[in-house]
């Protein structure tokens, strides 16, 4: 089997020739640049860190090390046509892009809007940036998101990121073309996470039961906002990519952020309309990346047309591989899983990384329906051995 036929098949619910392995084919699949250094100087590898996605410090993955974990899909990236040299909170290189506003900030760094306040913030010390200064952080109606309303229009959509939809075509086209390897394109269109970024996340959180007209407005145009977008990013690429991510973080350690009822009142209509626009105009299978216990809300997603679940926090709630496969594993492809990242991957022995590979590939692999990666991000703690450790336990099954 090619790769691309491998992941198609286990999204088919079908057993490939093998488990299909991911890294780097979204950012919720990836690797922090710090650890990614650390693993090309452990492979050999001689190359470029660039960080794409620049709050979680992401890296993108370079061929030479797709190779060498056998990696069988990719990203479709939305990138910046120029990059400049930085470095990263451990001293190694990488770039960064080109126009992005990034400067020292009461001992960490800043991440700067158009009018020089902090968008977002890198502690001293830290490793990763957080939103800070919500756009709408003052908003008590729906004519004050309409009075900023270009905040929807950019969001999730950098401008330092500012390759055309004609630059994503040629890419999709040739990625399809010259590689194997099953393409993941990823559209980035948060719905109740953006609400959290543009309010602030103790005021939306409040909004959903105490001003609900307010959080109705935002999630509404928002998805009015991102309609255009879809409709010309599906136009550009759609016809070379194989499966289409959108991301909303609904789960938290132990159990979903918002209970089902709430989800279904206030959250669910936005994305019933917003992923159902991604799937009619495309035809691609629907990837969700949402991180923490999301058991509870598994029959609503499903019901919405997702395909496949990423990162499956196995060590949340309600999240344990063998429960998911027996009640949701024959309409559900489990994109990751394949390696608890909280207790086992940072802190574990290499032979202790290969025990919990063999075991959660037991719990998910037959029947098809599993991608094998690791739950969510290699963080910048993880040592290469227990990277490597990880696919050689994999290859080894």
């Known amino acids: 089997m090619t790769s691309r036929e491998r992941i198609a098949a286990a999204l088919r619910h079908e057993e490939p020739d093998r488990v299909p392995v991911d890294l780097g084919a979204s950012e919720s699949s990836g690797i922090m640049g710090i650890a990614y250094n650390r693993l090309t100087d452990y492979l050999g590898i001689d190359g470029s860190t660039r960080i794409y996605d620049i709050g979680q410090m992401i ?62 913030l890198c502690p001293e010390g830290g490793c990763y940036f957080d939103p800070v200064n919500p756009p709408f952080a003052d908003a008590t109606t729906p004519d004050d998101i309409e009075a900023g309303i270009e905040h929807l229009e950019t969001f999730d959509w950098p401008e330092y990121m500012d390759e055309s939809y004609r630059d ?39 909004d959903l039961v105490a001003n609900k007209d307010l959080a109705h407005h935002l999630m509404g145009r928002l998805v009015d906002c991102y309609a255009p977008r879809v409709q010309r990013y599906i136009e ?18 132990d159990g979903p952020q918002l209970s089902p009822e709430l989800y279904r009142e206030m959250v669910k209509p936005y994305h019933r309309r917003l992923w159902g626009m991604i799937k009619r105009l495309s035809g691609k299978p629907l990837l969700l990346h949402s991180c923490g216990s999301i058991y509870d809300l598994l029959p609503d997603l499903i019901e919405l047309g997702v395909d496949a679940i990423n990162p499956v926090q196995v060590s949340a709630a309600n999240m344990d591989g063998a429960l998911l496969k027996r009640e949701f594993g ?35 692999a037959e029947g098809g329906g599993f991608v094998f990666c690791q739950v969510h991000n290699i963080q910048h703690d993880v040592p290469p051995e227990n990277v490597m450790a990880m696919y050689e336990a994999l290859s080894e099954l």
Not at 77 to 99: A, F, M, V
Not at 236 to 253: C, K, P, R, S
Not at 331 to 355: A, H, I, K, N, S
Request: proline content about 5%; overall charge negative; some cysteine.
């Open 59 to 120: 890296a993108k993955v370079e061929e030479p090390v797709l190779d060498a974990i056998g990696a069988d899909a990719m990203p479709l990236l939305n990138e910046p046509r120029s990059w400049k040299p930085w470095t990263l909170q451990d001293g190694s290189p990488c770039e960064i892009p080109q126009h992005l506003a990034i400067d020292e900030w009461d001992g960490g760094w800043a991440i700067l809007r158009d009018d020089g306040v902090p968008a977002a």
């Open 168 to 206: 994503l075509a040629a890419k999709a086209r040739c990625l399809h073309e010259e590689t194997d390897r099953f393409i993941v394109a990823n559209l980035w269109v948060h719905v109740f996470a953006a609400g959290q970024v543009l309010r602030g996340f103790g005021d939306f959180m409040m």
């Open 236 to 253: 550009a690429v759609g016809e070379h990519v194989d499966i289409i991510q959108v991301n909303d973080d609904l789960g938290q350690q």
């Open 330 to 364: 024959d309409d559900l492809t489990f994109w990751g899983g394949g390696c608890d990242t909280q207790r086992v991957l940072d802190r574990g022995t290499p032979e202790q990384v290969r025990d919990e590979v063999k075991h959660r590939v037991d719990q998910f």
